[in-house]
């Protein structure tokens, strides 16, 4: 089954990460030698499109292939220091709140991002 979703962490030294399907359910793993593109374009906030499949752990993805890139314009991204902070609070929710499931991590980030940019709290 081909589904859609948004990568919430990708590791590129490691080689893999998550991605929370559209349609809610559990976070699918993805791996770098399922990817159909190159490691780099793969960020927290890319939508992507996969073969969903049952791996031995859970759900993973394979086929995966970028619909939309977190830095091209779409509403999750911000300016060069908005995306350092991003990346950096997107690992401090994960680390401090292991329990939080990919939609949840998304909405809490998006949160704190709006009222960051607000109140003007990153610099352009």
């Keep these: 089954m081909v589904v859609t979703g948004k990568v919430v962490r990708f ?16 976070d699918v793993f993805v791996h770098v ?13 890319t939508v992507v499109e996969f073969t969903l499949e049952d791996g031995e752990r859970g759900p993973k993805a394979s086929n995966v292939r ?3 890139n977190a830095r091209s ?7 060069p220091a ?5 990346e950096e609070l997107t690992e401090a929710l994960l680390t401090g709140v ?3 499931t990919a939609e949840q991590l998304l ?10 940019n607000q109140h003007g ?4």
């Design 107 to 116: 909405r809490v980030r998006r949160t704190v991002l709006d009222l960051a």
């Design 11 to 26: 590791d590129e030294m490691r080689g893999y990460g998550f991605v929370a399907p559209d349609d809610g359910g559990e």
């Design 98 to 100: 292991p329990t939080l």
């Design 33 to 45: 030698n399922d990817l159909d593109v190159d490691k780099r374009l793969i960020a927290p906030g």
């Design 66 to 68: 970028v619909v939309r």
């Design 121 to 124: 709290w990153l610099d352009a």
């Design 82 to 86: 908005g995306l350092d902070f991003r």
């Design 73 to 79: 314009g779409n509403d999750d991204d911000y300016l």
